[in-house]
Nanobody
Framework: QVQLVESGGRLVQAGGSLRLSCVAS????????MGWFRQAPGKEREFVAS????????YYGDSVKGRFTISRDNAKTEAYLQMNSLKPDDTAVYYC????????????????WGQGTQVTVSS
């Protein structure tokens, strides 16, 4: 069982940047697709980005394209989400998750989830 721990969330002003990190407990992390999702109050969980085990295949949700960048370091069993040009609409709890397969963009494809980290963007 893979355990995931997110960090890096905090309060930031609109237009600012944040880098979220996700650390996995198991080196089998390197064999999984890794994804970031977010959930704002009163809304459904939303796909943000995903990256294949090799890093060669990446997808982004439409609302973050051009502003967010996903990456991973398999040697460190870590994944990252660089968030630039943040907007108040980016306010949410951000979750990392892992899934088997080459790439995954649907929440149902992910089997292991972290506890989430809060990102709040003030206007």
């Amino acid at each position: 069982q893979v355990q995931l721990v997110e960090s890096g969330g905090r309060l930031v002003q609109a237009g600012g940047s944040l880098r979220l990190s996700c650390v996995a407990s198991d080196r089998t992390f390197s064999a999984y697709t890794m994804g970031w999702f977010r959930q704002a109050p009163g809304k459904e969980r939303e796909f943000v980005a995903s990256i294949s085990w090799s890093g060669s295949v990446i997808y982004y949700g439409d609302s973050v394209k051009g502003r967010f960048t996903i990456s991973r370091d398999n040697a460190k069993t870590e994944a990252y989400l660089q968030m630039n040009s943040l907007k108040p609409d980016d306010t949410a709890v951000y979750y990392c998750a892992v899934a088997p397969g080459i790439i995954a963009t649907m929440e149902s494809e992910y089997g292991y989830w972290g506890q989430g980290t809060q990102v709040t963007v003030s206007s």
